[in-house]
């Protein structure tokens, strides 16, 4: 009995989108036209490719062993049209991540990445709302907090590095005793894992009086805010790397002691893996981290 090609892509749409109403929405299709070319399939081989909970899709192990095996063929069928047809087929990449991390990490090197895949587009959503990956189109996401996703694939960024820092500009700088730190105006970033209150404890300092503050919703606000001169801030070295390679921060205090955390983290659905142009970001993402890694940035 042959088997419609139609039902093996449908399969396989579902399989990658982790979702009937993904592959559908893909697909231009309605979720039942979906389940039903699924069925129409294990009907024809004779075993359960997929388990249905709820809007999502899980595989069973015959599942799991056809969509590896088809896979590859399918990728080289899609390859092969599209360079019949005579252009160049655009597959669209949608990244989420916090603001800061998109303003000053990722979007400094997204230009590297697009020069070395050019069959992709990037869209880029820069938000703090974490994604709700079973109702919202999103590729894979760079999210803020502690790491504890159940059910996502989850990887830590890198570790990162908190230190007081300030505008060169600003009085003393590079040379304050962590005491006298109480004395000026002390940039929040309210929603950092890393404060004030976890900072002064390490440098041995006791709270000694009410703090001079100026409270901000993003990092990135708080390290412009420091680059202003308008206090000093406590910031993580992955987030402002530019400007502490560009000089316009330093650390205010010398060999300051650091708070070390991983504070973003690589999430999506594990069946987001199999789709090629996350598995290619994920290789770039990973080589940047390590060369950021053995690049310490200036000025601390």
Not at 201 to 211: I, M, Q, S
């Amino acid at each position: 009995m042959q088997i419609p090609i139609k039902s093996i892509l449908v399969f396989h749409a579902a399989a990658r989108a982790g979702s009937i109403s993904r592959a559908a929405e893909e697909l231009s299709v309605t979720p039942s036209a979906v389940s039903q070319q699924i069925q129409l399939l294990e009907g024809q081989l004779g075993t359960t490719l997929m388990a249905r909970t709820g809007r999502k899709v899980t595989l069973t192990e015959a599942g799991e062993r056809y969509f590896s095996m088809i896979t590859a063929q399918i990728e080289q069928i899609t390859d092969a049209t599209d360079s019949i047809r005579g252009f160049r087929s655009v597959t669209t990449l949608t990244i989420r991540a916090t603001p800061t991390i998109s303003n000053k990490w990722l979007l400094p090197r997204l230009g590297s990445f697009l020069e070395e895949h050019p069959e992709l587009e990037v869209r880029l959503d820069g938000t703090n709302e974490p994604t709700d990956f079973s109702q919202e189109l999103v590729d894979i996401e760079l999210r803020h907090g502690d790491g504890r996703w159940p059910g996502l694939f989850v990887e830590g960024l890198v570790e990162e590095e908190f230190l007081p820092v300030c505008s060169p500009n600003y009085p003393k700088a590079g040379t304050y005793a962590p005491e006298e730190l109480q004395n000026q105006r002390l940039i929040h970033s309210v929603k950092a894992q890393a404060q004030w209150n976890h900072w002064f404890p390490l440098a041995g300092v006791t709270a000694e009086k009410r703090w001079r503050r100026v409270l901000f919703d993003r990092s990135h606000m708080a390290i412009d805010a420091a680059v202003l001169s308008i206090g000093v801030a406590l910031e993580s070295t992955l987030m402002m790397e530019q400007e502490l390679r560009s000089g316009a921060l330093i650390a205010a205090v010398p060999d300051a002691p650091r708070i070390r955390l991983v504070t973003q983290w690589i999430v999506c659905p594990h069946a987001h893996l199999r789709q090629k142009k996350v598995r290619i970001f994920l290789d770039w993402l990973r080589k940047e981290r390590d060369d950021w890694k053995s690049r310490p940035a200036q000025g601390q």
